[in-house]
């Protein structure tokens, strides 16, 4: 079963503008990390979020969490082309050792 | 520096035949992760090897089994292919102890007929 619950499902941009993606998940978190996906590839990490903290940067991005909703956002700024992939948020329940459960992702298109 | 490697990147089998996929791990990691990936979806989480032994497992009936080697290298073997085993595998591999990142293979796409 999947935890996490990406939304939006997709997202059309144009290239420059920000792009906020959301994630909400059912059960205390030890952490929550978010992918990255070009179609048909590999996922590649893009960021960790321990469940004690609320914020944390990288780059173009800026991830969020609230434990208090369950919930997590991902901004990228000033958005690119090569930006469009889909985007999966993951994460590991605090109850002893789990696997990494992923959401269905966002579908991410930036247009030029 | 090598990342994880899978092999084959693409297959196509037949439903009721028997296929194994295989994964080198990145190097300096001792754990193996398997995901099924169909069109459209996330992940989902298939086992885990360690210490070449099978960890944790998701929610996919015996017809899937896997190995792990003491190189770390593992395979994933699915038996009795249905139409719905059609999906990309993902091997992921991550250093025990230190719980996060996942660093994942390109993937092996199969497709049964």
């Known amino acids: 079963s999947q935890q996490g619950e990406e939304d939006p499902q997709a997202l059309s941009i144009q290239e420059g503008e920000n792009a906020t993606m959301n994630c909400s998940y059912k059960?205390?978190?030890?952490?929550l990390q978010w992918y990255r996906q070009n179609s048909g590839r590999g996922l590649v990490h893009l960021i960790l979020?321990?469940?004690?903290?609320r914020e944390k940067h990288s780059g173009r991005l800026r991830v969020t969490l609230d434990t208090s909703k369950k919930s997590s956002s991902l901004l990228i700024t000033a958005s690119r082309a090569a930006d469009t992939a889909s985007y999966f948020c993951?994460?590991?329940?605090?109850?002893?050792?789990?696997?990494?459960?992923f959401g269905k992702g966002t579908r991410l298109s930036v247009i030029a | 520096d090598a990342g994880v490697t899978q092999s084959p990147t693409h297959l196509i089998k037949t439903r009721g035949q028997q296929v194994t996929l295989r994964c080198s791990p990145k190097?300096?990691?001792?754990?193996v992760s398997w995901y099924q990936q169909a069109l459209g979806q996330g992940p989902q989480f298939i086992f885990q090897?360690?210490?070449?032994?099978?960890?944790q497992r998701g929610n996919f009936p015996d017809r899937f089994s896997g190995h792990q080697f003491p190189n770390y290298s593992s395979e994933l073997n699915v038996n009795a292919l249905l139409l719905g085993d059609s999906a990309l595998y993902l091997c992921?591999?991550?250093?025990?102890?230190?719980?996060?990142?996942?660093?994942f293979g390109e993937g092996s796409r199969l497709t049964v007929l």
């Open positions: 992921a591999s991550s250093l025990a102890g230190y719980p996060g990142e996942l660093f």
């Open positions: 059960t205390s978190i030890n952490n």
């Open positions: 979020i321990r469940s004690n903290e």
């Open positions: 993951a994460t590991d329940a605090a109850s002893g050792n789990t696997p990494l459960v």
């Open positions: 190097s300096g990691h001792d754990t």
């Open positions: 090897y360690y210490e070449e032994e099978e960890r």
